[in-house]
């Protein structure tokens, strides 16, 4: 069976600092799929990003980046920097290439940045 | 704006009741996807359907049903509503290009269920 853990329930930062957050998921298959999407406190879900579970190597995205490692099957992401508008909920996901169509999600980890 | 639709956005009804929640998918995006999320919960997956078709099932309950209609859209329908039903219900549409479900997910806004 699939699983995404999330042991950060909650995460508090002081604006300008680095935070990581972090993603453990496990999988049998080869081929699978990982994302991280955003939750801020209006609700909505928004994409941040996917990664094959082939590719690994990490990106950067302005202040976003991710480290996809298969050899302990984490998939963190670190923001730099951090801002009030970083605030929000943060879901990692996986999904396999063939089969279910399912996607797990984590439980989420709330991240409050302070000013 | 992720171009999926829900509609309610908010609806409060009582215990016994019976509610539909309606999703209309991005423009050509064949899959839709069910989720429900309660107070300080993660997803849990529902149902998706590919097409009009019934693909995969999740933790969803006997009281709840879906369907996905020839246009495309969507509901999800609650009955016999129970207090542990209350959750923020999301609906998902992903891309044509990807068939078997591997690309992203683009969620609506949500239907926020209150069940007195």
């Known amino acids: 069976a699939q699983k995404v853990t999330q042991a950060q329930t909650e995460i508090s930062v002081v604006e300008k600092e680095d935070v990581t957050l972090d993603c453990v998921y496990e999988?049998?298959?080869?081929?699978?799929?990982l994302f991280w999407y955003k939750q801020p406190p209006s609700g909505e879900l928004v994409f941040l990003i996917r990664?094959?579970?082939?590719?690994?190597q990490n990106e950067i995205s302005g202040r976003y980046s991710w480290n996809f490692q298969k050899s302990t099957s984490s998939f963190n992401f670190t923001i730099t920097a951090s801002q009030v508008v970083d605030s929000a909920v943060y879901f990692c996901?996986?999904?396999?290439?063939?089969?279910?169509?399912?996607?797990?999600f984590g439980t989420g980890t709330r991240l409050k940045v302070l000013a | 704006d992720s171009g999926v639709t829900q509609t309610p956005k908010h609806l409060i009804t009582a215990t016994g009741q019976r509610v539909t929640l309606r999703c209309s998918p991005r423009s050509g995006d064949l899959s839709v996807y069910w989720y429900q999320q309660s107070l300080d919960q993660g997803l849990q997956f529902l149902i998706q359907?590919?097409?009009?078709?019934?693909?995969a099932k999740g933790n969803i309950l006997e009281r709840f049903s879906a369907q996905q209609f020839p246009d495309l859209h969507s509901e999800l329908n609650l009955s016999s509503l129970e207090l542990g039903d209350s959750a923020l219900y999301f609906c998902a549409s992903s891309p044509l290009k990807d068939r078997v479900g591997t690309g992203e997910l683009f969620f609506g806004e949500g239907s926020r269920l209150t069940v007195l």
């Open positions: 990664r094959n579970s082939f590719d690994e």
């Open positions: 999988t049998r298959d080869t081929t699978y799929y």
């Open positions: 996901a996986l999904t396999l290439a063939s089969g279910t169509y399912k996607y797990i």
């Open positions: 359907y590919y097409n009009g078709e019934e693909r």
